[in-house]
C-alpha cells in the first residue's frame, strides 16, 4: 500500500516563496510519474505541476509556469514543488498524487492513483 505525506504548506507574504515536500513509502515511487494539484475554497481540484517517473520531463499548468518548479528524489521517495512569486490566488490545499504510468499520460485526478492528505498554502495580500 503506497501512504504519502505532504509537508512544507503554510502562511506567506505575496511575492514570497515555499518549497513543498512528499514522502511516499512503498516500491512503486520511483517508477511512476508524479504530480501536485491544488483545490482552492469552492473551487475544483486542479493540476498544478508533473513530473515523469525518472525526473526528466515535467510539465506545468500555465498559471503557475516560471514560478513553480517540481522535482524528485527517488533515493529518498520525495517529490518536491518550489512555489517562488507567490500570489493571493496560489492559496488553496495542495496535494501530491501518484500516476498510474511512468509518464504523464495525462493530467486528470482519475489517472493517479493514490494521493496524499494534503497540506495548506495560504498567500497574504
Known amino acids: 500500500q503506497v501512504q504519502m505525506v505532504e509537508s512544507g504548506g503554510g502562511l506567506v507574504p505575496s511575492g514570497g516563496s515555499l518549497r513543498l515536500s512528499c514522502a511516499a513509502s512503498?516500491?512503486?515511487?520511483?517508477?511512476?510519474?508524479m504530480g501536485w494539484f491544488r483545490q482552492a475554497p469552492g473551487k475544483e481540484r486542479e493540476f498544478v505541476a508533473g513530473?515523469?517517473?525518472?525526473?526528466?520531463?515535467?510539465n506545468y499548468a500555465d498559471s503557475v509556469k516560471g514560478r513553480f518548479t517540481i522535482s524528485r528524489d527517488n533515493a529518498k521517495n520525495t517529490l518536491y514543488l518550489q512555489m517562488n512569486s507567490l500570489k493571493p490566488e496560489d492559496t488553496a490545499v495542495y496535494y501530491c498524487?501518484?500516476?498510474?504510468?511512468?509518464?504523464?499520460?495525462?493530467?486528470?485526478?482519475?489517472?493517479?492513483?493514490?494521493w496524499g492528505q494534503g497540506t495548506q498554502v495560504t498567500v497574504s495580500s
Open positions: 512503498g516500491r512503486t515511487f520511483s517508477i511512476s510519474a
Open positions: 498524487a501518484q500516476h498510474k504510468d511512468r509518464d504523464i499520460t495525462g493530467t486528470e485526478a482519475y489517472k493517479f492513483d493514490y
Open positions: 513530473i515523469n517517473w525518472i525526473g526528466r520531463l515535467t
